[in-house]
């Protein structure tokens, strides 16, 4: 059976620019994305996805600002995990990004977002998010570098 575990994943907007990091060390090492991580037993999701933030770039977020806009599940083929990730997104911040020891943070246009260095599920949502759509995503792995099927589907409200 799966064991199910909880992630959040946030990205922050700015004008016709999104916020990603570069991962410097652990899960998802040497890709860009958006700021995240585990919830932990004493905290909300929300709670959770702004301490990442915070520990990852230094920026600074109300829990109550962050939009939830996506419900991503990542399977691996042979595996028992199912990531469930919960995707937030704002553009009420407060504080400069600043690298730590986990993230570099950059600033990117939407055009200029590079997929070549992302999980290679981001080409497939990312428009999505781009274009403000709240939708729901399964993605299933053959390792880190292979997506054997997935599935995307709108959603009306979250
Ligand atoms: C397999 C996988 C995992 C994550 C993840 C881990 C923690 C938060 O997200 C991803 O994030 C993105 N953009 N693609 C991803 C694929």
Redesign the pocket.
């Known amino acids: 059976m799966l064991v199910k575990k909880l992630?959040?994943?946030v990205f922050i907007r700015k004008e016709d620019q999104i916020l990603l990091g570069f991962k410097k060390r652990g899960?998802?090492m040497n890709?860009w994305?958006?700021f995240?991580?585990?919830v932990e037993p004493n905290e909300t999701i929300l709670e959770a996805a702004a301490r990442e933030l915070k520990e990852e770039c230094c920026l600074t977020v109300k829990p109550g600002d962050l939009k939830n806009i996506a419900h991503?599940e990542?399977t691996?083929e042979g595996e028992p995990t199912l990531?469930d990730?919960r995707v937030f997104s704002t553009s009420i911040f407060e504080g400069t990004p600043k690298e730590t020891e986990e993230m570099r943070p950059k600033w990117f246009r939407h055009e200029d977002v590079p997929f070549e260095d992302?999980?290679?599920?981001?080409k497939l949502?990312f428009p999505y998010m781009l274009q403000g759509k709240k939708f729901f995503g399964h993605?299933h792995?053959e390792g880190?570098d292979k997506i054997l099927n997935y599935k995307i589907e709108e959603l009306d409200s979250m």
């Open positions: 992630f959040t994943l899960f998802g890709k994305n958006g995240g991580g585990k991503l990542f691996f990531m990730v992302m999980w290679l599920d981001d949502w993605f792995y880190f």
